[in-house]
Structure formats: structure tokens, C-alpha cells
């Protein structure tokens, strides 16, 4: 079985402070690991990923995310927030060609 | 700028009428899927195909619920009879069907069934 898990529903953050949106993963195998983003009335749009090497993954628009084997866990970052950030969040892991979305986080950056 | 296109973008229809969805994946992928998206349950995995073929359909409510690909360049999404609780909206996504792949979405088809 494998799994993906958003413990939050909603993260806020001012503007210009560091943002965590968190993930946790539980797949057999190796883990392949993505981030996606949606933005109102859009489609899913790629972050980053993580296949192996490297634990920090730099991705679009400033975004990075840390994979940590022993707490299994996959967190997205950003040093500095934007409004523009605001959006819908989505971890998803891939294991034996079968992806599964975690339920989605809800980043509001505030002015 | 290669993209998923999906048609319609919204549609509005009553209870046990049947629906249409159309994706085009990009020129070039070889795997299709289909998610809808609610509040209550998230992103659910309906259907894929590689080569055209389904590899998996598991997610999908077999009785109402029908997907194919006729040609590399199109996959139709069917539901007859709809009901309310489809009311969803319905992605589309291609991409290279490996482990390791970028899912490219589509803009969705909005659903809703009164």
C-alpha cells in the first residue's frame, strides 16, 4: 500500500516570511515523490520532484522541498512568500507506476 | 506551448442524461488519466491508459461510468446515467506513464447535475 499525507488543511503566512506546507509519505519501494500546485479554476501544474540523489529538490518559482528518508517526509518550501503563492497544494508519490495525491493543502499568503 | 486540452469546460445537465468528456493529451504521451476532484474527497485516480489501453480502471464506478481512447489523440470520459453526485470536476492528464514522470493536466471539465 502506498499512501501520501497533508496533515494541515490550511496554511497561512504573511507576505516575505518563509512558508512550510507539509507531506508525508508511506510507499513501498522507492519513493518517488512530487509536488503540484493548482491555482484557482487551473489544471495541476508540476513543482519539483524528487527521484534519488540529492535530498534538497529546487523546483519553479523558488520553490523547494526536502526529502528526509527517516521521518519520512517530503515538506515544500520557500524562503520568502509571495501573495501570488496562495493556491492549492498537492504532495503526490509515485510507487509501481501508481501515483496517489494527498488531499491537498490550502496556502493563503497574506498582504 | 504543448498542452492538455479538455472540452467542454463547464457543463450543466440533469439527472440521467448522459455525459460527455473529451481530452486531447500531448502529442507524443503515451499514458492518459482521469481524476475528479471534490471537496470532500480530493484528487481520486478514475482511469488510465498507456498505448491506448486500460491499464487500470479500478476507481471508477463501473456501472455508469465508461473511458476509452479511440485514437492516440483523444480520450472520452462517459457517464450514463449521471446522477447529482457526480457533480465534480473531471481532470485529464498525460505524460510518459513512468514512476518517475510529470503528470501534465488539463484545465478540467467542470460537472455539475441537478
Known amino acids: 500500500a502506498q499512501s501520501v499525507a497533508q496533515p494541515e488543511d490550511q496554511v497561512n503566512v504573511a507576505e516575505g516570511n518563509p512558508l512550510t506546507v507539509k507531506c508525508t509519505y508511506s510507499?513501498?519501494?522507492?519513493?518517488?515523490l512530487f509536488w503540484y500546485v493548482q491555482y484557482p479554476n487551473r489544471g495541476l501544474q508540476f513543482l519539483l520532484k524528487y527521484i534519488t540523489g540529492d535530498n534538497l529538490v529546487k523546483g519553479s518559482y523558488g520553490f523547494e522541498a526536502e526529502f528526509n528518508k527517516s521521518q519520512t517526509s517530503f515538506h515544500l518550501k520557500k524562503p520568502s512568500a509571495l501573495v501570488s503563492d496562495s493556491a492549492l497544494y498537492f504532495c503526490a508519490g509515485d510507487s509501481y507506476q501508481k501515483v496517489t495525491f494527498g488531499i491537498g493543502t490550502k496556502l493563503q499568503v497574506i498582504p | 506551448d504543448a498542452r492538455v486540452t479538455q472540452t467542454p469546460r463547464d457543463k450543466v445537465t440533469e439527472m440521467g442524461q448522459e455525459v460527455t468528456m473529451r481530452c486531447q493529451p500531448i502529442l507524443g504521451h503515451n499514458t492518459v488519466f482521469w481524476y475528479r476532484q471534490t471537496m470532500m474527497q480530493g484528487l481520486e485516480l478514475l482511469a488510465y491508459f498507456r498505448n491506448r489501453a486500460p491499464l487500470d480502471d479500478s476507481g471508477m464506478p463501473k456501472d455508469r461510468f465508461s473511458a476509452e481512447m479511440p485514437d492516440a489523440t483523444l480520450a472520452t470520459l462517459k457517464i450514463q446515467p449521471s446522477e447529482p453526485r457526480d457533480s465534480a470536476v473531471y481532470f485529464c492528464?498525460?505524460?510518459?506513464?513512468?514512476?518517475?514522470?510529470?503528470?501534465?493536466f488539463g484545465p478540467g471539465t467542470r460537472l455539475t447535475v441537478l
Open positions: 510507499v513501498s519501494g522507492n519513493p518517488y
Open positions: 492528464a498525460s505524460g510518459w506513464g513512468l514512476s518517475t514522470d510529470t503528470q501534465y
